[in-house]
């Protein structure tokens, strides 16, 4: 089965810089997309098809991609980022959604 | 305003069933692949299964295949889960959810209906 790799967690402080990582397989054929999920609450989609990001979402959202490794990167963290982050992609030959386990950014 | 409302969830025993429903309001609902996603307690999102506009194609993730069914009423702007021989595992939050039709992405959620398979 087709498997995305994040870590499960990341730190950060206050008005610093948060990268969460996510492997993905043959990355250049996937878009990679990203969501917050705040405890308690329905996840918010926050980066699609790899760089866009939604309208509604802060500039301070940005995603990227590197070899196997797609990036969401958060500047000038805020309190209220704290959340967990899932990676997803579509896996077409297996007509699959597949979404990462998951990441979560403390705000220290 | 985009709005997801499932209702159906609840306590069920071992091989019971349960139909889940979403109703969908605020957008053309007919223009809209739809999912159900899955959280258990404490653990990530799991995909559930996909619905197509015109409901001719349909995908399951393995662990449901032959137990769930999926379907839609675009008369209605309703979307269904129907789940089958539930299992233990199967206790989860389950959203309805929009699909964007950008490569996949879902770009509305609902608020979950929590299903709980337990004796």
């Known amino acids: 089965s087709y498997v995305l790799t994040q870590p499960p967690s990341v730190s950060v402080a206050p008005g610093g810089t948060a990268r969460i990582p996510c492997e993905v397989d043959?990355?250049?054929?996937?878009?990679v997309h990203w969501y917050q999920q705040r405890p308690g609450q329905a996840p918010v989609l926050v980066i699609q098809?790899?760089?866009d990001r939604p309208s509604g979402i802060p500039a301070r959202f940005s995603g990227s991609n590197s070899g196997n490794t797609a990036t969401l990167t958060i500047s000038r963290v805020e309190a209220g980022d704290e959340a967990d982050f899932y990676c997803?992609?579509?896996?077409?030959?297996?007509?699959?959604?597949?979404f990462g386990p998951g990441t979560k950014l403390t705000v220290l | 305003e985009v709005q997801l409302v499932e209702s159906g969830g609840g306590l069920v025993q071992p091989g019971g069933s349960l139909r889940l429903s979403c109703a969908a309001s605020?957008?053309?609902?007919?223009?809209?692949?739809m999912d159900w996603v899955r959280q258990a307690p404490g653990k990530g999102l799991e995909w559930v299964s996909y619905?197509?506009?015109?409901?001719?194609?349909?995908y399951y993730t393995d662990s449901v295949k032959g137990r769930f069914t999926i379907s839609r009423d675009n008369d209605k702007n309703f979307l269904y889960l129907h789940m089958s021989s539930l299992r233990d595992e199967d206790t989860a939050v389950y959203y309805c959810?929009?699909?964007?039709?950008?490569?996949?992405?879902?770009?509305?959620w609902g608020q979950g209906t929590l299903v709980t398979v337990s004796s």
């Open positions: 997803h992609v579509w896996h077409s030959p297996s007509e699959h959604h597949v």
């Open positions: 605020g957008f053309t609902f007919t223009s809209y692949n």
């Open positions: 619905i197509n506009r015109y409901s001719n194609t349909i």
């Open positions: 098809s790899t760089y």
């Open positions: 043959n990355i250049a054929e996937r878009y």
């Open positions: 959810a929009r699909d964007s039709g950008l490569a996949g992405s879902v770009d509305s």
